[in-house]
Nanobody, 120 residues
Framework: QVQLAESGGGLVQAGGSLRLSCAAS????????MGWNRQAPGKERVLVAT???????VYADSVKGRFTISRDYTKNTVYLQMNSLKPEDTAVYYCYAGLYSGLTYVGRSWGQGTQVTVSS
């Protein structure tokens, strides 16, 4: 199994920045992509950003131009640099890794979540 350890969440004023980190550990699986979702109170969990092997990225429209996802393949770590934060970015952020075993996609491993709170 693969475990994901998140860090970097916290409280920040509107317009500020945070960087989230998520380190994957374990063995027996190939990580095909990594990324971040978020869930605000009373709302569904939605995609924030994802990055695939090879470097291609996808962002939610709400964060384009403000957030940047990156990946350190040596450290098996994905980052989310969040700039120009807005109160509507307040949510629990969950990192994930898409896993393959051989030729079989076995699903996503999820972190426990880290709280990001943006004050007005």
């Amino acid at each position: 199994q693969v475990q994901l350890a998140e860090s970097g969440g916290g409280l920040v004023q509107a317009g500020g920045s945070l960087r989230l980190s998520c380190a994957a550990s374990g063995s027996g699986f190939r990580i095909i992509d990594m990324g971040w979702n978020r869930q605000a109170p009373g709302k569904e969990r939605v995609l924030v950003a994802t990055i695939r092997t090879g470097g291609s990225t996808v962002y939610a429209d709400s964060v384009k131009g403000r957030f940047t996802i990156s990946r350190d393949y040596t450290k098996n770590t994905v980052y989310l640099q969040m700039n120009s934060l807005k109160p509507e970015d307040t949510a629990v952020y969950y990192c994930y890794a898409g896993l393959y075993s051989g030729l079989t996609y076995v699903g996503r491993s999820w972190g426990q979540g880290t709280q990001v709170t943006v004050s007005s």
